[in-house]
């Protein structure tokens, strides 16, 4: 089955979320024409490191964003504090459901199974304020507990580059051994092998509308 997705949502708990989970997928669904936003509900300055002034990860979000050739004005930035969103939830909730009047076809959040405690929120109200979409949980095997890997995304080498390639726009970030070209590019290597393709990035089933 071709990707046929053609209005998609990334709902991001904080500024790198989406890209690191999805970015590659990202990258493939703009090639094949689907209008892609992407909503991160926290630019976490309280975890940013003093060398870095106020403000760095929102402009490192929007040019990860655009490297992925995501349109500025499909970038939602909101600034909830982080590790804090489970205090904001019934806020996040109805901006959701704001957003969900774009009538999205997919969205791409966080597993249910993630145990950070913003990334969590982010799931469990994304499950709410979009239960009648197709919802895919993406990956970020540091923080997830289990993962049922029930869907793959087959892709060319080109999309992972353009992955890191995103990715290094965070140079606040740069220390973390998840943001590495080497651990991008194993790990859609090794969910490719599992689905005898070259690279691939996997997503746990939420919801699948048909």
């Known amino acids: 089955m071709r990707l046929s997705f053609k209005n998609v949502l990334v709902l991001a708990p904080h500024t790198d979320d989406g890209e690191l989970g999805a970015g590659a997928t990202i990258a493939l669904l703009i090639e094949r024409g689907a209008n892609v936003s992407y909503a991160a509900f926290s630019t976490a300055e309280d975890s940013l490191d003093p060398e870095f002034p106020p403000g760095t990860l929102e402009q490192e979000v929007k040019m990860a964003t655009s490297r992925l050739n995501i349109k500025p004005e499909n970038l939602h930035i909101y600034r909830n504090k982080v590790r804090e969103l489970e205090y904001r939830r019934q806020e996040i909730l ?15 959040m966080p597993s249910v199974h993630d145990i950070h405690q913003d990334h969590e929120v982010i799931a469990r109200e994304g499950l709410r304020a979009f ?13 997830n507990l289990s993962f049922n890997t029930s869907c793959f995304v087959r892709l060319g080498k080109q999309h992972v580059e353009m992955k890191c390639e995103a990715l290094t726009a965070y140079r606040s970030q740069a220390g973390r051994p998840y943001m590495t070209r080497d651990f991008i590019m194993s790990l859609a290597k090794a969910r490719g092998v599992q689905i005898g393709a070259e690279y691939a990035e996997s997503f746990e089933v939420v919801r699948w509308v048909l």
């Open 131 to 143: 239960k009648q979409t197709t919802i895919l949980g993406y990956e970020l095997i540091w923080n």
């Open 94 to 108: 109805d901006e959701m459901i704001r957003l969900r009047k774009n009538n999205y076809d997919l969205v791409l």
